[in-house]
Structures are given as C-alpha cells and as structure tokens.
C-alpha cells in the first residue's frame, strides 16, 4: 500500500545540488543554494557540501549528468551522508535513477517545503491544506516509489499483481484528494463567515517573503505573542489580532511568507488563506534588507500579490532589519544593489522615499518605529473616513 517518504530527522547529514542553466546564471544558483541549506536547516538536517553542474537543460533520467550523479556518489559513502536534495523538482523516474547511482534518499526542494509545511501546521485548516499539498505532490510519484517485489522483479507468476496494487493506491490517493478539496471547501466557507463579521473596522494585512520580521512586527503593534523564530515559514497559518493606535481601532493579519519555487501543490492549496491579503484594505510589505537578495525577493511578492489581488492596494513598504546592514555613510557612495559588501542605505532609502510609502527600521530593535507607527495610524484613519465618514470621534485629537 502507500508508503509516504521519511521526513528529514534532525541532525541528518545532507548533501545539495543545483545546476546552472541559460535561464538561471551562476549567481541565482549560489541564492538559490543558500535558501535551500536554510530550509534544510529548518527541517532539522545538517547541510555537509554542495554540489552544482553546468547543463544546457536537465537531464531527463537523472537531472545531473551520470558523471556528477557517480561523483556525489562517491561524496556521500566517503562522509556518511543519509540524504541529497535536488533545488529544483524531480520526476518519479528521475528520484528512482538517482537513487539507484546515489545509494542514499533523494528528495527535492518540494518535497523539503512540503516537510516543513507538515511540521508547521497547527490548525485544522492548515493542516487540511498541506495534506492536500502532501498528496497531489504524491500522486504522479508513486510509480517511483512503490517498492513491492513483484513490481522490483517481475517474471514469470510475478507480472501483472504490481499495475493493479499501483492503481490501487492511486485511486486511494484521488479519494483522499477528493475528500480533501471537499473538507477544505467546507472550512473556506467557515472562514469566509468570520472575515465577513470583521467588516465594520479597516483590515491590514501583512505579507512579505518568509523569515522577513512578518510575525515580530504583528507582536509589536498588537503587544501579543505570535511565534517568531529565526526559521523559514515559523507560522503558517494566519493570524488576526486587533490593534488600537490612540482611539483608532483596526485589524491586522500576518500571512504566510513566499519563497522562490514554492510548490504549485502549495500555491493552490493556500489560496484560500491568502483571501485575507485579497479582502485586506491596506497591505504592509515587509522585506528584509540585510538579504542580499532582498530587491529580488521583493518581487517575487509583488507578483504574487498580483495574482492574488484584483486591483491595486495601498501598500506600505517595510525595510527591516537595518541593524544588521553593513552601511555606507557617505550619501555620494550609490550602491542600489545592495550586493556589495557595503550598502548604502541612506541613499538607497532618499530614492525609494520618491516612488513609494517606505520605511526603514529595525522591529526587532525598535529602530525608527514610531514614525512608522504613526504613518500607519494617518492611514488607516484616512481609510476610515472613507468608510464610515460621520465617525469623527474615533480620529479626534
């Protein structure tokens, strides 16, 4: 019957791989490199080497070249390696021929998100739609993974047996799907009842890349106790608190941050949780600039948000965690990338400042945050006029 693979343990030795392609240069793939070690870190896995190759495209059978798959082979029995996760999405045959060559489980940047994703969920709704992630990413891979003898061996009295146990397991897959869809629909229309009761006051909602600072600033404006921890997806499912600036009481939800290559199982899936950045009145834009990344990851929200939205928000940016900048002072000194080793963020925050609502401070330090603070009560304030214009005396002085 179906057998789902074994999770990452803690402290499992683990080897990654990349490559590098014409559609993804050197540089992309050392980033790309550097969130997967994070997310296996999350996971509880102890990242040992990395490995990269240069290919025009993915090899169909095995994604690496076999003479890269034979070297990393060699890798992993000479330093006791457990486990190799792939950056990028493996098909059934692909896992099953590397690990054949490899001799170790193979498991790819998906399948490691979905772990994580497994391990984070808390509430039913959450946890209803990571099993309904876990098992759509499962179902075109269980031919690679059924392991039974006659399916290994075949032969004579042994053929046949094995395509109907395989079928078996599909058909149970695609009720549990079926049945999945049909609870998370169920939920969704229960969640759609509770945002619509929290229509009277303005709804903010907080989104961003994952591990930006999303849950510590939720803590700050609420003074709660969200999780926050320095780990990919800490929190996944959203949460509301209600927060009073002066007089003025109003709604903010912390998402689930976005990452570069989510599973298109986990895009789909969390839609509904997502409903609350759709329906939110003022969105805030965490990013974390200490990421050399950060200009990258910051589009990669902005697309999203796209997709998800129907119209324009208003939307403030966050520049967080300034404290662990290495900056320059002089303001002649432009360095916009923020790739260098020094970044000048006084400049880079003179020019934003002429295109967009922006902020640059540290939540974690409280580093320019009253400004901030203030900033957002003016526009939620200026929301609510808009909506219930007789109410004068919530924004009274």
Same mark, same amino acid.
């Given at each position: ?215 510590? =600033? ?39 941050? =976005? ?139």
């Amino acid at each position: 019957m179906i057998e789902k693979k074994k999770k990452v343990s803690a402290h499992e030795r683990v080897v990654l791989v990349a490559i590098t392609t014409p559609y993804q240069n050197e540089s992309d793939t050392t980033e790309f490199l550097t969130e997967l070690a994070f997310l296996t870190h999350t996971a509880g896995g102890q990242v040992i080497k990395s490995f990269t190759q240069k290919l025009s495209s993915p090899h169909p059978g095995s994604f690496i070249g076999k003479g890269k798959a034979i070297e990393i082979a060699s890798y992993v029995k000479a330093h006791n390696i457990s486990m190799v996760i792939f950056d990028d999405e493996l098909s059934a045959t692909q896992v099953r021929n590397l690990e054949q060559i490899i001799g170790v489980r193979i498991i790819d940047r998906s399948g490691l998100i979905l772990d994580i994703f497994a391990t984070r969920a808390r509430t039913a709704h959450a946890k209803t739609q990571v099993e309904l992630a876990q098992y759509e990413y499962l179902l075109p891979r269980l031919a690679g993974m059924w392991t039974h003898l006659s399916r290994q061996k075949g032969g004579i009295g042994l053929r046949g047996p094995g395509e109907t146990e395989i079928e078996t397991d599909r058909r149970i897959v695609r009720e549990k799907i079926s049945l999945l869809k049909k609870k998370l629909k169920q939920i969704d229309k229960q969640k759609a009842t509770q945002r619509s009761n929290r229509q009277h006051l303005i709804r903010v909602a907080l989104v961003g890349y994952t591990n930006v600072g999303k849950s510590t =600033f939720l803590n700050y404006l609420s003074k709660s106790e969200v999780l926050a921890e320095n780990k990919l997806f800490a929190t996944l499912d959203t949460t509301v608190r209600k927060v009073v600036i002066r007089n003025l009481p109003f709604l903010v939800s912390d998402t689930v941050g =976005f990452i570069r290559k989510l599973p298109h199982q986990l895009i789909e899936s969390f839609k509904s949780t997502l409903d609350e950045t759709r329906e939110a009145d003022l969105l805030i834009h965490i990013i974390d600039i200490s990421n050399q990344a950060f200009e990258k990851q910051k589009k990669v929200v902005q697309k999203t948000i796209q997709e998800i939205t129907n119209s324009p928000k208003p939307t403030i940016c966050i520049y967080n965690k300034i404290d662990a900048v290495n900056a320059l002072e002089d303001e002649n000194e432009f360095d916009y990338t923020g790739e260098s080793e020094k970044f000048n963020l006084k400049a880079y925050e003179k020019q934003l400042k002429k295109i967009e609502d922006c902020f640059f401070v540290s939540i974690k330090e409280k580093k320019h945050t009253d400004q901030l603070k203030a900033f957002i009560y003016e526009k939620v304030k200026e929301l609510h006029i808009k909506r219930y214009p007789y109410n004068h005396f919530l924004y009274q002085e």
